[in-house]
């Protein structure tokens, strides 16, 4: 399957649509647009979350940055060993990813950061697209239930065999995939003690685990 992801101009979905346009007036710097995938496609790891926020990634052009959840995410993910460089906040800092890619659910910013079932669905076909473009995935790891069941869905399985719940693990055996879930690096979260860091970091050193002890290097 050829790698497709969604163009600058994606009108797929209407209420996403009139969102960038008001955003291209209210902030014409900012990127605007369906945010690219993070990190190479031979990745090992896909890290999805649920869409980019308005003044992070909606600005920057890069998953989860200059947003409060990228300042949980990328720092965690370089003390693991997951990146290189120093994390900046813009989109050209130099922060790189190894054997991790990230992307995001529905790839425009939405309104209020809600978005809604029928854009889930539809921006799924990028999602498939980009699963089906790793051939060395091995481990899916979902920041919130949005994410977890936007896998579930794309990926053809029954939402109420898969429980999400922070910490969980769900072999996707038509796949080879596992599935890991966590609690979203949201600032909301944060402050209200669903995530801690500890816990962030627990999450992602078990991801590195897994892929010693799952998927044992030849």
Known sequence: MTFCPPEKNCKNCPRLVDFRCENIKKFPSYYNAPVPSFGNLDAEVLIVGLAPGLNGANQTGRPFTNDYAGDVLYPILKSCGFATGNYGKIANDGFELKNVRITNSVRCVPPQNKVTGYEVKTCGCFLINEIANMPNLKVILTLGSVAHNAVLGVLGYKKTAFKFAHGAQHLLDKH??????????????????VLTYEMFANIVQNLQKMLLTAYPKK
């Open 176 to 193: 080879n995939i596992i599935m890991l879930n966590s609690y979203h690096t949201s600032r909301y979260n944060i402050n209200t003690g």
